[in-house]
């Protein structure tokens, strides 16, 4: 039998304003927060592989690495879909780098011993498309970013994916890491029935200790990459913005607009 | 002394134009180090004089690994055995996502650390600060590492710029790791649909997933040939991934980059992938019906409404004062 790891995290809404704390260079992470969409896809790529018998998937477990309001992130990947969750929460993990998170992650999914390993290509925040590469290096399996076909025979996978010449198909055996894109699939949406049932699936909530983690290797004094006070670009003169309200003036108006540089 | 490792990316003989600029940034940075600036190049068959040859973008080195290109696995295990035998503070790459997998790994595996997205490295204090744009490029933040610091740049970060000449090329013996035995690529820059030619254009009208089908993409022709000329059609990558556009079409992160006098965007949303294909465009003209799409934080004329509705009429005027 197969078991499926779907790495998520909690990201900030993206319909709140985010911010940074110019003086550390982190993300403010108050506000209101919810499951990185992308991450929705890895999810709903597990449940396909699970569902089409593609894989003999008997469980899909979501883990994520955060703070206590992380649990929600788990409880909406567990509405999805998700039999259960694992939650490393810790004090000693604020400020850690991509590198140390991965680190974290890895311990965590050697824990679980799945076959494969999927998330999503990149946060909505961090945006480090990094993490899935981290967790393979330490597992020693092979990793795949921004994958947006996923086809799965024995313990082969077929995945294809969009790199810098065109399209890649690579086989991969598993075990692996696969992040993928958000071409793959369109998520479906949690049953009432799913969201209320959500928090009756088990959610385990570990600390470094309890993970058997390093504290020395995540967190501010693990972190190799340091985040310095952040500033603002050089300012670009504002564009001008049209309200579209009746079509003809607005026509007109892109019309002259266009015509005045002589673009037409 | 501290030198910096790039990683050279390579297809059909020709080097990336996005390698080549990392380069060009490495030498210039690891001359205010006072270090060295060396490539790597991953390949089964890099001809002496294609790898030689960035010796005149200022590399003073060139190692050549014989292993199967366009995998992350199998550069990480390149760079960890050029790394092993040098002092090397950084690795950089060039735009592309094979920096992003390739980077963290080599990162994770030797302790240091990763900045993703980088738009520039200067030297201060005799240290790499990369700098890394965030918030929908709204601020920028520094990074600096501690131990190994790995650079994966965003594309078109760094221009080739000419220095030095040629270089011999050093074979360099990899023991591949497992994980590397465990990926095979089976087809490497496949091209599907389409050749169409987006990068001669000096005006392109650019469909994304807000023009909802195939079949609309049919607004934007008609947008495009009011234009005339030397007007062509282009697509996110989301809707080539829709399948609505051939890939030949597409601007951005794993597609072309373009700098067009005109670019007109329809539902598009501007997100920074697609962004760095195309800011450079002398004018930037937006049409979308969502008001807080990222796009209409950085065009010259933004157009918050209905492109089914705008669009045509757009086009029918054009056709009219052109006469």
């Known amino acids: 039998m197969t078991k499926i790891v779907v790495l998520v995290k909690e990201v900030p809404d993206a319909a709140v304003q985010k911010q940074v704390d110019t003086s550390t260079g982190l993300l403010d992470r108050s506000g209101e927060k919810t499951l990185n969409p992308f991450d929705t896809h890895a999810i709903e790529a597990a449940l396909q592989l699970k569902e089409s018998g593609a894989l003999p998937v008997d469980e899909v477990v979501a883990v994520t690495v955060g703070p206590d309001s992380a649990v929600k992130a788990l409880q909406k990947a567990v509405s999805l879909g998700a039999d259960r969750s694992v939650h490393l929460t810790d004090p000693g993990l604020a400020a850690s780098d991509v590198v140390a998170t991965g680190y974290a992650l890895a311990e965590i999914v050697k824990r679980e011993n799945p076959d494969l390993v999927l998330a999503g290509q990149q946060s909505d925040d961090g945006q480090s498309y990094a993490v899935g590469a981290v967790v393979a290096e330490h597992l020693g399996w092979p990793a795949l970013t921004q994958v947006i076909k996923l086809e799965a025979d024995g313990t082969t996978l077929t995945c294809e994916r969009q790199a810098e010449y065109g399209y890649d198909t690579v086989k991969v055996q598993l075990p692996a890491v696969i992040s993928v894109g958000d071409a793959i699939n369109e998520p479906r949406y949690p049953s009432l029935k799913a969201i209320m049932g959500a928090k009756k699936k088990p959610l385990e909530s570990l600390s470094l200790a309890d993970a058997g983690i390093d504290a020395s290797k995540v967190g501010e004094e693990g972190r190799k990459a340091v985040w310095q006070a952040a500033k603002e670009p050089p300012a670009k003169a504002p564009g001008e913005i049209i309200e579209d309200e009746d079509t003809a003036q607005t026509v007109e108006k892109i019309v002259t607009w266009l015509d005045d540089r002589k673009l037409i | ?323």
């Not at chain 2, 002496?48 to 190692?63: H, I, L, M, N």
Request: proline content about 3%; overall charge negative; aromatic content about 6%.
């Open chain 2, 1 to 323: 002394m501290t030198n910096i490792l790039v990683y050279a990316l390579h297809h059909e003989g020709a080097v990336n134009k996005n390698a080549l600029g990392a380069i060009s940034a490495a030498a210039k940075a690891a001359g205010e180090l006072g270090g060295e600036a060396h490539a790597l190049f991953v390949g089964e068959d890099v001809a002496d004089d294609v790898a030689g040859s960035v010796g005149s973008y200022g590399a003073t080195k060139v190692f050549r690994a014989k292993a199967p290109a366009g995998l992350a696995q199998p550069i990480v295990d390149a760079l960890d055995a050029v790394l092993s035998q040098g002092d090397y503070g950084y690795v950089l790459f060039g735009g592309g996502l094979l920096g992003f997998e390739a980077g963290a790994a080599i990162a994770a595996r030797r302790g240091g650390g990763i900045g993703v997205e980088i738009t520039g490295i200067r030297v201060e204090g005799g240290e790499l600060v990369a700098e890394r744009p965030i918030l929908g490029d709204t601020q920028i933040s520094d990074i600096t590492f501690r131990g190994l610091g790995v650079i994966a740049s965003r594309l078109n970060a760094f221009e080739p710029v000419q220095s030095g000449s040629p270089v011999a090329v050093e074979d360099i013996d990899v023991t591949l790791s497992d994980a590397s035995a465990k990926v095979e690529i089976v087809t490497r820059g496949e091209q599907r649909g389409a050749d169409v030619n987006i990068e001669d254009a000096q005006v392109l009208v650019t469909g994304g997933r807000g023009l909802g089908s195939a079949e609309n993409f049919s607004v934007a022709e008609d947008l495009a040939s009011a234009f005339g000329g030397t007007a062509a059609v282009a697509a996110t990558r989301a809707a080539v991934d829709a399948g609505w556009f051939p890939y030949a079409g597409q601007i951005g992160q794993t597609g072309k980059t373009v700098a067009p006098k005109l670019y007109l965007g329809l539902g598009v949303s501007g997100a920074i992938q697609h962004k760095v294909g195309m800011q450079s465009a002398d004018n930037i003209v937006a049409i979308n019906k969502d008001g807080n799409a990222p796009i209409f934080e950085f065009a010259d004329l933004g157009v918050v409404g209905d492109l089914h509705a705008i669009a045509p009429a757009l086009a029918e005027a054009i056709k009219a004062k052109k006469g």
